[in-house]
């Protein structure tokens, strides 16, 4: 007669890569000036605000939502003239739409790739979804070494490469010119994830239309819907059809179905907004520079990274001043000494800078 069945532990029961990782930390930020997860520090104008919330109220929230969110979709279409030849898929968040294609391509030994560093999620969902994970470094000022992402591929074969332009938490955006390079030699699917969109100039929505293996990622979640947590993929209908398979049923649910679609049909509204933070990132970053020590980066983002003496110090003396950034120093090694401040409201930026300038000078 056997003996007595072994309990399951998580270490006896959970893949050695899932043991190995950390979960995703998202600090505590009551009673602090929030500039630390790139959201739009505005709130909906309150017109908007009520009309939205009288949408909500009357929202059948004891149905199921649309399964095709098709009219979402067909919002999207209209807000960002999403080329006419691309299908769209949604997810619930960008995060969701990375998992959906890491899955789909996970074969025993595939590969997903990125440049480092990079928006951490591309390698952590390497890891949940069992697939190897590759990169290749950027160069010391943030920009794209192709030569060098061109090898990688060679040796590599990746069935899904990353690349996130604006770059998070660089802030830099990667030429048109060497993602097209980058696609031609990919073997797999390129991925470019442009959640900053509305902060740069370019848009390679047009790329997804053109190349047969580069999707576009999007999320609304800077553009001020960061609590609807909405994402879309744009391309080829062959590889959208597939990827639709491994989507949860309702994944997107019925309030934020409602909320975006309306939200979207006054984009002006939000996109004037994404055009203030582009005045103050350029306010912020100019104030930046002018602290003795600082390097700033370039950014088309809503945010600005930049390299400052005892930086880990410095984050936690603007904590104890009741400002929280990013620290970003322990990232990678190319991240050295850098924090990364959204850029918020005028008030929200005065304060920041304030706080810095008695750290600094109380840190010497």
Known sequence: MSGPVQVATPE??????????????????????????MENPYSLPSALAAELGA??????????PEADARTLKAAIRRALDVPAGCDI????????????????????????????????????????????????????????????VLRMLEAERPALMFLATPNNPTGNTFARADIERIAAATPGLLVV??????????????LAARLPNVLVMRTFSKLGMAGLRLGFLVGSPAWLGQLDKLRLP???????????????????????????????????????RAIPGAEVFPSDANFVLFRIPKAAALFDALVARG?????????????????RVTVGTPEENRRFLAALHDAVAVLG
């Open 89 to 148: 898929l949604l997810g619930n968040g960008s995060d969701e739409i990375i998992q959906l294609l890491a899955m789909a391509v996970a074969k025993p030994g595939a590969v997903l790739a990125s440049v480092e560093p990079t928006f951490v999620m591309f390698r952590m969902i390497a890891a949940f979804t069992g697939l190897r994970h590759a990169s290749c470094t950027l160069r010391a000022d943030f920009t794209l070494d192709v030569d060098a």
């Open 193 to 206: 994830d442009e959640a900053y969109y509305a902060f740069g100039d370019d848009s390679h929505l047009e």
């Open 323 to 339: 400002v929280l950034i990013k620290n970003v120093s322990r990232a990678h090694p190319l991240l050295a000494d850098c924090l």
């Open 55 to 64: 949408l909500l109220g009357a929202a059948a929230v004891n149905r199921y």
């Open 250 to 288: 309702y994944n997107v649910n019925m309030l934020t179905q409602l909320a975006a679609t309306r939200l979207l049909d006054s984009y002006p509204e939000l996109a004037a907004q994404a055009a203030t933070i582009r005045g103050d990132r350029s306010t912020l970053a100019e104030a930046l």
């Open 12 to 37: 006896s029961l959970l893949r050695p890569e899932v043991l190995a990782l950390s979960a995703y930390a998202v600090p505590d930020a009551s009673g602090l000036v929030k500039l630390d997860a």
